[in-house]
């Protein structure tokens, strides 16, 4: 693998022509909320927040098992693998917890995920251990607006920020920032 794009959630992506991208992609969290719209389907699909941390823990598994079911090659956390369970297309890594604002970790962990901010970074990671040589963003408009008004999901674009900041200086690889508007 050479090139990885990373697909974010942000409201660009209404925008942004995914089906013309050629290269391996790593989604986050409810892109399945665009596949109506577009043909398009991530190549990986990963999302590694704490299952306790969302407003509806049966809508959050149920995501994750769409994912699963669509035959999408998931990287999830290590701790899910009890609920879960084994699957051809599903990877466990162990991830690190850093989600207070209050706490930045002072770098990466790699092969373990560290998913401090965002599940982005923990997409990027994914992306270096599997072996791109370079990672392109898109959809990663970092403003706190989803693709679709029917997202739930936290607004926390200074924490975001932050954890991309982190990316940017952790990364073993170039980070490049293609997101339309971005």
């Known amino acids: 693998m050479t090139i ?15 089906e013309k991208i050629k290269h391996p992609t790593f989604a ?7 596949y109506p719209f577009t043909n398009w389907r991530p190549t990986y699909y990963v999302r590694t927040e704490p299952v306790g941390g969302t407003d ?9 098992r769409l994912h699963v079911r ?3 090659q998931c990287t999830f956390p290590k701790i899910w693998k009890e609920w879960l369970g084994e699957h051809p297309n599903v990877t466990y890594r162990n991830t690190c917890r850093h989600f207070s604002r209050n ?3 002072s770098g ?7 998913d401090y901010g965002t599940v982005i970074t923990a997409a990027i990671q994914e992306a270096v251990i599997r072996g791109t040589s370079e990672i392109v963003l898109v959809g990663c408009d970092l403003t706190g607006l989803h693709f679709t008004k ?13 954890a991309h900041e982190l990316a940017k200086r952790e990364c073993p ?10």
């Open 4 to 18: 990885a794009v990373v697909v974010g959630n942000g409201e660009s992506l209404r925008h942004t022509p995914l």
């Open 28 to 34: 986050v969290n409810r892109i399945h909320k665009l």
């Open 56 to 64: 509806d823990p049966d809508e959050f598994h149920e995501e994750c």
């Open 70 to 72: 669509l035959g999408e």
């Open 103 to 105: 706490y930045m970790p």
């Open 108 to 114: 990466w962990h790699l092969p373990m995920l560290c």
């Open 150 to 162: 029917d997202y739930k999901g936290a607004i926390q674009s200074e924490l975001w920020l932050k």
């Open 173 to 182: 690889v170039p980070i490049y920032n293609a997101t339309i508007g971005g």
